[in-house]
């Protein structure tokens, strides 16, 4: 087999691949005797059909298998022996390759197209400032997480008297409009949550009723949509949209959630070891706990800026007539040229983020290898489960050999790693800029963020 390279753009070359038939008859010959031994035909023992016969039957589509594998590979070879830095795969010329007969073995030509990567100067210094907000949780997320956890670790009372956080469990029954129970209407236990109900003047009703007082009450004013009359009564939402009228509902008990109080004991329980900590550094610990849980979302933010950033700094052309028809043939739904030609703008930002990134990864060794993936798995297993077990060595090790064989969970970490190590390359080399705000201020800027970008 013969490959060569000719330019035909600034960007953009063909490949020009000569096969004999010398190139894969052998490989053809393999795969049609291993056909001939599994072969089971009427008038024939199982293997023993005539070579001739199987190729007949087979040959033209092993052949096509066979080559087209061939073909595949030395081009990657090809492309990875003289550095040809492509973007995307090739694709194939159809107008200048001559249809191929596959029923006959012979010579031909195939004619592939290539999107080059540019070549530029990577630009990733302190030049460019990027800006970082970091999150300083306010007093009242503060005392929202606060009020959380009190309630979470709280108890259960069962007052004489329904107020208007309490749940109610008791008996509902459908009403005629004379006040009897409808016949083979519906009847079930259930359970109110009163702050459940929007409005209030309907919560109000039941505020005050005591265990074995009944109350009747019209459906579709104290709750507004079908999905809560299906909790409500227990059944499907398809019913209960068919569902209108008066209901009576029978108290049977009131439960009442008593937060915890602001105690040592309860400080304890949130935060297992610290059983001298007092209210101060019970709320700082919220506090750092809140901020950290948002670490990430601030990462996410941060690289987001940074990527625009370096695309503005590292400004270069792409092959864009051969990317619009690259995504048109690798189009997972069907699409047309005046689609893609639409969509193209805001795909250009992802091709120029993957060929910076590449030059990010080649100038600091980004690459992630499978022993730093097996030293982060054992790293985790011993972490999460260090605490409750005696973890030795060698279970560690039948764990991390486990999980090694699962390719998609380490192509996840890789991913995941490699993310780490670029996130650590940007905040380094870039200048970044810390600015402390509130979750608030946050949440708006990320909102402002997506719907630009």
Do not use: C
């Amino acid at each position: 087999m013969k490959i060569t390279q000719e330019q035909t753009g600034k960007l953009t070359a063909q490949l020009k691949v000569e096969i004999s038939a010398n190139d894969y008859a052998d490989k053809v010959d393999k795969v049609l005797k291993e056909h001939q031994r599994r072969a089971a035909m009427p008038g024939f023992r199982p293997g023993k059909v005539p070579y001739g016969l199987v190729k007949k039957m087979y040959g033209h589509a092993v052949m096509a298998d066979e080559v087209n594998k061939l073909v595949n590979e030395s081009l990657m070879d090809y492309l990875n022996e003289q550095k040809v830095n492509i973007i995307g795969h090739p694709l194939a010329n159809h107008e200048k390759t001559s249809e191929i007969n596959w029923h006959e073995s012979s010579d031909f030509t195939l004619w592939f197209d290539l999107g080059m990567a540019p070549e530029f100067e990577l630009v990733l210094d302190n030049s460019i400032d990027v800006e970082f907000l970091k999150i300083n949780a306010d007093d009242d997320t503060v005392n929202q997480e606060v009020t959380h956890l009190r309630e979470r670790h709280g108890d259960i009372e069962h007052p004489e008297q329904a107020g208007e956080n309490d749940w109610l469990d008791g008996e509902m029954e459908q009403m005629d409009e004379q006040g009897h129970e409808v016949k083979g209407g519906i009847k079930t236990k259930s359970y109110l949550f009163l702050k459940n109900i929007t409005n209030a003047d309907q919560r109000a009703q039941f505020i005050a009723l005591t265990p074995g007082q009944s109350f009747e009450f019209d459906i579709r004013k104290v709750y507004d949509t079908d999905k809560d009359i299906a909790r409500v009564l227990r059944i499907t939402e398809s019913k209960a949209s068919h569902v209108h009228g008066n209901f009576r509902f029978t108290l049977e008990k009131i439960s009442r959630m008593v937060p915890a109080a602001m105690t040592p004991e309860f400080y304890e329980r949130v935060f297992p070891g610290h059983s001298d900590m007092d209210e101060e550094h019970f709320l700082g610990h919220i506090r750092q706990q809140i901020e950290q849980s948002y670490a990430g979302e601030s990462d996410k933010l941060f690289l987001q800026s940074a990527i625009e950033k370096l695309i503005e700094a590292n400004p270069f052309d792409l092959p864009d007539e051969f990317l619009k028809r690259w995504l048109l043939e690798n189009s997972k739904k069907e699409t047309t040229p005046e689609a893609i030609e639409e969509d193209y703008p805001s795909m250009m930002n992802g091709f120029k983020w993957d060929i910076i990134r590449q030059k990010i990864d080649e100038k600091y060794g980004l690459a992630v290898d499978d022993d730093q993936i097996k030293e982060y798995v054992a790293d985790y297993f011993s972490h999460r489960y260090g605490h409750q077990v005696d973890v030795d060595p060698a279970r560690i090790q039948a764990v991390v050999n486990g999980f090694m064989e699962k390719k998609e969970e380490v192509e996840k970490v890789r991913d995941e790693l490699f993310g780490k190590k670029l996130l650590a390359t940007l905040q380094n080399n870039l200048k970044v800029k810390v600015k402390e705000v509130t979750l608030e201020e946050f949440i708006l800027t990320g909102t402002k963020k997506t719907k630009n970008s």
